[in-house]
Structures are given as structure tokens and as C-alpha cells.
């Protein structure tokens, strides 16, 4: 039965003990036990009367600092991070040092930045165009737009094949930046700028459950 209610967590992701109660059709005492004994073994996290399944992050060389945590505290951060919530203040709710908190966060970044100039590239190579070249805090960056979604690369990307931009994706180019320049005003940005204008354009437009599900997909790995 323990099995059977791990799994049903995993599947609601996040829920109450009056809905799990329902749908699981056990004593409220009983699936309270089993729920604690989750908890304990950070299988689950309850917060404000809402339990969460944590997911688990995998390992890889690249993400060596997340063996020192537990699942908890990870996910505690992607989710922090996907609230938009910084990493001063997630520390606070962690328990880590703010410097532990503020590298795991560019590590989010980086992975947001690594799979967007991913999609980039095929974009590029299918049908060069040429780059939109912006300023950011004095910083040259090149931009270009492919289905409506902005992508920036630190390095320019260049071809004999480049074509200019057609009106409607001009006009679209112009309404994301200017959501960009609106959103990107803080001098703090001008650190790993190209990570945090990613992480803008990825923000754009979403809730933060699907925020939450792609992220876990991307540090994931």
C-alpha cells in the first residue's frame, strides 16, 4: 500500500490530505502515517498544509555540488527559482549559504542558456539570418528570432546564406526586446548577461508549473 501511495503522489505532484484521503479511499489516520514516514524519508515535502512529490535530480559530472544535498533541498531551490524568487532569499528558506545558493542558480542559467542556443543552432543551420545586435549594460549581444521566441548567443553566428528579417518577425523582434530592456533594468544583470537574458525569454509567457516541469527536464541533463 506504501508503494501504491508513493506513486499516487508522484502522479498528483501536489495535493492536499482531504484530496489524497478521496482518492485513495483509506482511513485518514492510516494514510497521515504513511505520508509522515514519506516525509521522512524526503519522498515528500509538506508545506502550509500542501504536500509536494519531490523529484529527484540526477547526478552528473556537471552538477557534482548537487551530491551534497539532499532531493529536499533541491527541490526546494528549483522551485525557488522558478518562482523568481532570489537566491538570497532562497538561501534563507534552504539553510544554505547565499554563495551555494547563488552557484546552484547559475547552474540553472547556464542549463537554460545551453538548450536554448541548442535550438538555435538547428534553427541557424535550417535558415541562416542575420543577427539582431543589441546593447545590453554596454555589452554587445546577438540575437535572433526563429518561430515568434527569441534566442541570444554570446558569439555571433554568421554565414554567406544570412537573410534579413521579414516585417512580421521585425515586429515581433521589437515587442520581446522591449519586454526584455523592461525586464533586464537591474545592474546585476550585466553578470553572465547572456544567462540572464535566457532565463528572461524563457520566463516569458509561462506559469510556473511549466516553468518547474522544464526545468527538472533540463538540469536533469
Known amino acids: 500500500m506504501r508503494d501504491k501511495i508513493l506513486q499516487l503522489c508522484k502522479r498528483l505532484n501536489k495535493f492536499t490530505l482531504d484530496e489524497i484521503v478521496t482518492i485513495s479511499e483509506l482511513e485518514p489516520k492510516n494514510l497521515k502515517n504513511i505520508l509522515d514516514e514519506l516525509i521522512a524519508e524526503n519522498k515528500i515535502i509538506e508545506e502550509n498544509g500542501q504536500y509536494l512529490y519531490v523529484k529527484k535530480v540526477r547526478i552528473n559530472q556537471e552538477h557534482r555540488i548537487f551530491q551534497y544535498y539532499d532531493a529536499r533541498i533541491i527541490d526546494i531551490l528549483i522551485r525557488a527559482f522558478c518562482s523568481d524568487i532570489p537566491s538570497y532569499k532562497a538561501a534563507q528558506i534552504s539553510g544554505l549559504e547565499n554563495r551555494t545558493t547563488e552557484k546552484i542558480y547559475t547552474i540553472f ?84 548577461l547572456e544567462y540572464k537574458i535566457a532565463e528572461t525569454i524563457w520566463r516569458r509567457n509561462k506559469e510556473f508549473q511549466e516553468l518547474y516541469e522544464q526545468l527538472i527536464q533540463l538540469v536533469n541533463g
Request: hydrophobic residues 30%; proline residues 1%.
Open 109 to 192: 542559467r547556464a542549463a537554460i542558456y545551453t538548450e536554448q542556443k541548442r535550438e538555435l543552432d538547428i534553427y541557424y543551420k535550417q535558415s541562416p539570418q542575420i543577427a539582431r545586435h543589441r546593447k545590453f549594460f554596454d555589452k554587445e549581444t546577438y540575437m535572433y528570432i526563429y518561430n515568434r521566441q527569441v534566442f541570444i548567443s554570446k558569439k555571433l553566428l554568421k554565414s554567406k546564406a544570412d537573410k534579413t528579417l521579414n516585417q512580421k518577425d521585425k515586429a515581433e523582434f521589437t515587442k520581446i526586446y522591449c519586454y526584455l530592456t523592461r525586464n533586464l533594468t537591474h545592474n546585476k544583470n550585466a553578470y553572465n
